[in-house]
């Protein structure tokens, strides 16, 4: 079993565009409802649990048409714990992509987080970096969308803007996101209202 992987979909004429900007996605707690135990968030255990926030697919539309690739950056290390079979995880993934056809590409780390870190989990950058290169990507007009400080550490070593989605979770954020909003909905106004992100001030929080 790999410890990471990714997958695309069937290339179209917009996926293929050369220095398009991306807004790379974390999957649990931000597009699909997470489960959330003594203040910490796990990702569903099986394809029945599995389900999207209501906001997520006309959100994802909107940020497709206003001309982003869309790709998912997931951690999911119970596969790589032996916790989790690597075909559920991959079987929630088909059922995001049918429900979201505008994702171009998931990308996975199985990684379980023990020993020698991969450079591909979250909050290393290698599975931004990864899509950069194979799909062309612009990162200086990216955007990391995230509800864990992995997140937003990742999109910060990518060099990318962030975008925190904050429900409350016991843990803190080590790197400060440049915006902080309530849901996904409020993630994609606040992206679709600064289509050239490079004019922000690094490091500046803001919320909604």
């Avoid at 565009?17 to 255990?45: M, S, W």
């Avoid at 290698?126 to 990742?154: F, K, P, Q, Y």
Wanted: net charge neutral.
């Amino acid at each position: 079993m790999s410890p990471s992987s990714a997958s695309s979909l069937p290339p179209s004429a917009s996926s293929l565009q050369k220095n398009r900007p991306a807004i790379f996605l974390d999957r649990d707690g931000t597009l699909n409802v997470q489960v959330v135990r003594e203040g910490k968030p796990y990702p569903p255990q099986s394809l029945a649990e599995f389900r999207l926030f209501e906001d997520v697919p006309a959100a994802c539309r909107e940020l497709a048409a206003a001309g982003y690739a869309l790709v998912v950056a997931t951690n999911q290390p119970d596969v790589g714990r032996g916790d989790q079979q690597q075909a559920v995880v991959e079987a929630m993934h088909e059922r995001l992509r049918s429900l979201v056809p505008e994702i171009t590409r998931v990308e996975v780390c199985y990684d379980p987080g023990r020993g020698e870190p991969s450079l591909r989990r979250k909050p290393e950058p290698g599975m931004l970096l990864d899509a950069a290169r194979e799909l062309n990507l612009d990162l200086t007009r990216s955007w990391m969308v995230g509800d864990r400080w992995r997140d937003i550490d990742c999109g910060r070593r990518a060099g990318v803007r962030t975008v925190f989605i904050d429900f409350g979770y016991a843990e803190e954020l080590r790197a400060a996101p440049d915006f902080t909003v309530k849901s996904f909905r409020e993630a994609a106004g606040i992206i679709l209202a600064h289509p050239d992100c490079r004019n922000l001030n690094p490091g500046t929080t803001f919320s909604t």
